[in-house]
Structures are given as C-alpha cells and as structure tokens.
C-alpha cells in the first residue's frame, strides 16, 4: 500500500502546530490555565481542521494504538510517526530561534518531571492521562455510533483536562512528539538535565494509548 503523503503532510502541520503554540505559550503563561488552554484548543482546531485528511492523529500514542486497532496500515502508521517526530524538532527549532531565552528558560516547554516527582510517579501519571486521551478519541472521533460533529470539542476539551491535573507532576505529555522536539534540541544547545527521564515520556503514553484502544474495544463490542 502506497503512503498517503496529503495525510503526512497533515501530520506534520497539526503537530507542528500543537508542538509550536504549546510550547511558545509556556514561556510567556503565567498560569496553568493558560497552558492548559493553550494546547487544548490547538488540538481541537487541528483535528477539525486536518481530521478528514489524515485523522489527525497528531501523536505516536494515537497512531501505535491506531495500528494496533486497525484503524491504519502499519507503512502508514510508521510514515504518520515520522512525520510528527519531524515536525515536533522542527516547532522546537522555530521556537529557538524566536525565543532564544526561552531555551534555558524552560527548556522549549519541555515535559519535565515537577519537582520531588519521581519516575514511578511520571510513568504512572503518564499512562493515566494518556489512557483517557486516546479512549476519548476512540469514543468519539473513531467511533462511529458518537454524536458527530463534537470530537474535536472533546479531545480538546480532555487535554485541557489532563493538563490541569497532570502538569505540575510531569508536564501532561501524553504524546511522544510534544515531549522529544523541544526535549532534543535543548539538549543539542547544551542544556543540562534536558533529557531527564525522557524514556518515560515514550513508555508511559504507549502503553497508556496501547490499554485505551483494548478498553475501547471491550465497550464498544467492535
């Protein structure tokens, strides 16, 4: 089967949007709220805008259960990863380049564990977040028996959520591609600790996504 590149495409401009305006809005927000805010509407605009492109999948930890469930082809579904990995470096970059202060700042945005949090507690908090992420997408921009028309609302609307209550623990990740773009050129400028358990901000979201698509499937009898 032939990559659908309109559909790559899409993914990089979505993630490149969600990885851009998030990351931008941490370094001038001065409230949780506003950050919360910042990335669930931009999620929410994307996948009205880009959904009946490509999906709108927009992250790794939507596309491994995506494959998982068979709701896209394996070539496709690598070519969709790369293309969100691609876009969330070359968001960091842009960032940098605008706001260099922002750098060593906030290293870009980056997803980072609070302060006192340990490992087991990002991974735990991770898997949850990510968990109610992908079964909302599932159960409403997946599923074809949902009230059409309002998944984009309710993605966006279960970010805001899980920011709220998950980003002073561990930044509220969920998404592979949010976390490495600005993880990984921080790290190539040098700043210390920029890569501080970023395995975790891969692990927990797929495994999280990887339960959401299994529940999914017990609920919904599909």
């Known amino acids: 089967m032939a990559i659908n590149t309109r559909a790559c495409v899409s993914e ?20 949780l709220l506003q950050v919360a805010f910042a990335h669930g509407l931009i999620i929410a605009v994307m996948v009205y805008s880009f959904g009946h492109v490509s999906g709108a999948h ?10 998982y469930r068979k709701q896209i082809d394996t ?6 990863i790369v293309s969100q990995l691609t876009a969330g470096v070359i968001a960091a970059i842009t960032h940098a380049l605008i706001l ?25 908090v991770e898997i949850i977040l990510t968990f109610f992420l992908v079964l909302v997408i599932f159960n409403t921009a997946v599923n074809k028996k949902a009230t059409q028309g309002w998944h984009g609302f309710a993605i966006g609307m ?25 993880a990984i050129i921080s790290y190539l400028y040098g700043v210390p600790g920029a890569l501080q ?12 996504g990887l339960i959401a698509a299994a529940t999914a499937k017990i609920i919904n009898e599909d």
């Not at 070539?75 to 969709?80: L, S, T």
């Not at 906030?106 to 006192?116: E, T, V, Y």
Request: proline share 8%; aromatic share 8%.
């Open 197 to 208: 358990s970023h395995h975790l901000y891969w692990i927990a979201p797929i495994i999280g």
């Open 12 to 31: 990089f401009i979505g993630t490149y949007a969600l990885v851009f305006f998030g990351s931008l809005a941490i370094a001038h927000a001065t409230s």
């Open 100 to 124: 260099p202060s922002s750098i060593t700042g906030n290293n870009l945005g980056s997803n980072l564990p609070g302060a006192g949090v340990t490992d087991t507690t990002v991974l735990i």
């Open 58 to 67: 927009l992250n790794p930890a939507v596309t491994i259960p995506m494959i």
């Open 75 to 80: 070539q496709n579904g690598i070519a969709y």
């Open 158 to 182: 279960i970010i805001v959520i899980d920011i709220l209550a998950g980003g002073p623990l561990t930044g509220a990740s969920m998404n592979p591609a949010r976390s490495f773009g600005p």
